[in-house]
């Protein structure tokens, strides 16, 4: 099993380009999360999604979209990249009521926006 | 408004010794509580979780207690290692999702 997996791990973006980040899983979860890191901020959740064709606001949602089209992925879009979008990008997923809600991580996603 | 804080950025503790790393909550009707470990340029990684209702879990090295009348938390690890050398998360589960907090560093030297 590959776990939760990231595509891509580093992308360079000018300002108001935009860009979609993939997450796909393959331990049939039915949850599934993007974060954000920022140094002194810890992992802010933006977006996540219960089940296929959900999706829900997090912390940090503003400039951002996500979509869960099949079981396996979610997507996360930026329509116009901004500076203030550079961060690094998780992708989590997790089954639900499972033990102690333990979410598994991907590799993450290192976005610089000039 | 934080729900979750790690008021230490950062640790230093020697190898052999004990590391204690802490976290603070607000809301009492969170269920479970985690702690995540991660290497730079990774994904942080799971390490060990409390329910609500226990005062402690135990895992190897790892022990983590639950003071729920102060909503504190906190992990010990026994004996420190420079493996263990690390940015380490607590996190509430609130419902549906967890809440992180910032972190601390933790580095252990020989």
């Known amino acids: 099993n590959a776990g939760v997996t990231q595509t891509p791990k580093f992308r360079v973006l000018k300002t108001g380009q935009s860009m979609t980040l993939l997450c796909a899983q393959d331990?049939?979860?039915?949850?599934m999360y993007w974060y954000r890191q920022d140094p002194g901020m810890g992992l802010r959740l933006i977006h996540y999604?219960?089940?296929?064709?959900?999706?829900a606001k997090g912390e940090v949602p503003d400039g951002y979209n996500v979509s869960r089209l099949k079981k396996q992925n979610f997507l996360l879009g930026l329509e116009s990249a901004a500076p203030s979008q550079t961060s690094v990008y998780f992708c989590?997923?997790?089954?639900?009521?499972?033990?102690?809600?333990?979410?598994?991580f991907g590799p993450g996603t290192r976005l610089t926006v000039l | 408004d934080q729900q979750v804080k790690q008021n230490s950025p950062s640790l230093s503790v020697q190898e052999g010794r004990i590391s204690i790393l802490n976290c603070d909550y607000t809301?009492?009707?969170?269920?479970?509580f985690l702690w995540y470990k991660k290497y730079p340029a990774e994904g942080p990684t799971f390490l060990i979780s409390?329910?609500?209702?226990?005062d402690k879990n135990e895992d190897g090295r790892f022990t983590v207690f639950l003071n729920k009348s102060a909503k504190h938390l906190s992990l010990h690890i026994v004996p420190s290692q420079p493996g263990d050398s690390a940015v380490y998360f607590c996190?509430?589960?609130?419902?549906?999702?967890?809440?992180f907090g910032t972190g601390t560093r933790l580095q252990v030297f020989p």
């Open positions: 989590a997923s997790s089954y639900p009521r499972l033990a102690s809600d333990e979410q598994f």
């Open positions: 331990m049939n979860h039915e949850y």
């Open positions: 999604s219960v089940g296929e064709g959900t999706t």
């Open positions: 809301n009492s009707m969170f269920d479970y």
């Open positions: 409390i329910s609500s209702i226990k």
């Open positions: 996190a509430a589960s609130d419902t549906d999702k967890l809440i």
